[in-house]
């Protein structure tokens, strides 16, 4: 995330035993974690063949961890919509990326608490107090700051629907290279495979913004 530009720039930018795992696998809805011998909290530090199924890496809970705030941000942009976006394709995306998301962050939450890790605090700000993590959240890529939140809530109209799009493509720009390394680091099939969804479907919502700002 550039924090050095503007809202009005952005307008114009493209912008974890058995039990746990099989409720985590039902939380998930992806049926991936089930079958798994492996104990709350149990590590595996490579995705080779020795990875007892189920088992979960620090990359893996790096990627809840974020992921968690990261959506959290994108409904509260999604939330903005009612009331202020013009353009009724623009309010069908943001109730889209709301029904997506929060199953999300409830089945990674799951995760956490089933690995007894920690939960990201929810929050109304952008600011997520987060490991390593500066107060604008700006160690997450496509995260916006408190000054964007706060142009993109006083925007209405046309300009709303603009700047939303523009700031919406950086921030699925910033999951889509979260799950990405999610993919090709973590080892809990769970959250890989929900790190490939992510990708599919924000890749796809990215394309579709694109072409509403006219640059698809």
Not at 12 to 31: F, P, R, Y
Request: charged share 20%.
């Amino acid at each position: 995330m550039r924090n050095s530009r503007t809202p009005a720039h952005r307008a114009a930018v493209s912008a974890a035993t058995v039990a746990a795992a099989l409720l985590l696998a039902a939380c998930g809805g992806d049926g991936s974690g089930g079958g798994s011998t492996a104990a709350p909290g149990a590590t595996s530090s490579s995705a080779g063949s020795g990875v007892t199924a189920g088992a979960h890496n620090a990359q893996d809970v790096s990627f809840a961890q974020g992921m968690i705030p990261h959506h959290r941000q994108a409904l509260e942009m999604a939330r903005l919509a009612a009331g202020r976006a013009s353009s009724a394709r623009v309010e069908d995306l943001a109730s889209r990326i709301e029904k997506a998301q929060e199953p999300e962050i409830r089945t990674m939450s799951g995760w956490l608490t089933s690995w007894g890790e920690d939960v990201p605090e929810s929050s109304d700000s952008t600011a997520q107090s987060m490991p390593g993590m500066d107060h604008s959240g700006s160690a997450m890529p496509g995260m916006m700051d408190g000054s964007d939140m706060a142009a993109l809530a006083k925007a209405s109209g046309k300009d709303f629907d603009a700047m939303f799009l523009a700031m919406m493509v950086d921030h699925h720009r910033g999951a889509v290279d979260m799950a990405t390394t999610e993919k090709s680091k973590g080892v809990y099939a769970p959250a890989t495979s929900l790190a490939g969804d992510i990708v599919a479907a924000q890749t796809a919502e990215i394309t579709e913004m694109n072409k509403l700002l006219g640059k698809g």
